[in-house]
C-alpha cells in the first residue's frame, strides 16, 4: 500500500488545529459560565499543548496512525469540567457543549469565503474529480498545496460540526439541546443521560447515523464551494 505522506500530515494538521479550536472553545465558555476547572488545566488556550496532554492517545497516536493508514484522521479529545455546576447551571453547561461545535462551524465558514475567494480571483479552479482533501486545484505548486489544506479543513469542521451535534451522549449535542428546553427539563436531560451505558450506546447510534449523513453533507459542501459547477 503506497502511503500519501503529504496528505497525510495536511490531515493531521489540520485535525490538530480543529480539535484545539473546539476544545479550546468549550473551555472558554466554561470560563464564561464561571466554571475554572478547564481553565485551571491551561485549556482556555489555542495552543494543542494541554489537550494533547489530557488525551495522548486520541489526539496524537490514533490520528497519526489513522492519517498514515486510511488518508484521513479520526480521534478524540475532552475538557474537564465540574459536574456539580453544570447540574446547578444547565443552561451554562449547554453553552459549553455547543460552544465547540460552533467554533467548528466558524472555522468551516472561514474557511469556505477563503476559497470562494480564490476561485474568484482565478488562484483555485474547480477540479475534474473532487474528493474530502480535493475541492479545489491550484494553478501553481503552492497555492495547490493550500488548496488542499483548505479543502481538508472544510470537509472536517463540517464533519466535526455535524457529527458532534447529534444528541447523543457523551456528544456535545446531548448537552447542548439544554438550551432548546426549559432548565428545568434540561437538568432532567443531563441527570438520566449521564448514566453508565449511555455513551456506549450513544456512540453506536451516532456513528449509524452519521454514516447516512456524510454523503449529503458533502454534497452540500460541494454545492457552497462550486454552485455552478455539477459533480456526479
Known sequence: MQIDVVNALLWYAAFIVSVTAHEAAHALAAYLGGDLTAY???Q?????????????????????LTALAQGWCIGWASTPYDPAWAIRYPRRAAWMAAAGPAANLAIALGVLVLLRIGLGI????APEQ??????????????????R???????????????NLIPFPPLDGAAAIGLLVPEELALRL?????????SIFGLVIAWWLFADLVRPLFGLILKLVHPDVLYG
Do not use: Y
Open 122 to 125: 482565478e488562484v483555485f479552479g
Open 190 to 198: 443531563r441527570t438520566a443521560l449521564s448514566r453508565p451505558g449511555f
Open 44 to 64: 482556555v488556550s489555542l495552543n494543542p499543548r494541554p489537550h494533547m496532554q489530557r488525551e495522548p492517545v486520541g489526539m496524537l497516536l490514533v490520528p497519526a
Open 130 to 147: 473532487v474528493s474530502f482533501s480535493k475541492l479545489v486545484v491550484g494553478d501553481a505548486p503552492l497555492s495547490d498545496a493550500i488548496g
Open 149 to 163: 489544506m483548505l479543502s481538508i479543513l472544510l470537509v472536517l469542521n463540517v464533519i466535526l460540526f455535524a457529527f
Open 40 to 42: 485551571r488545566a491551561g
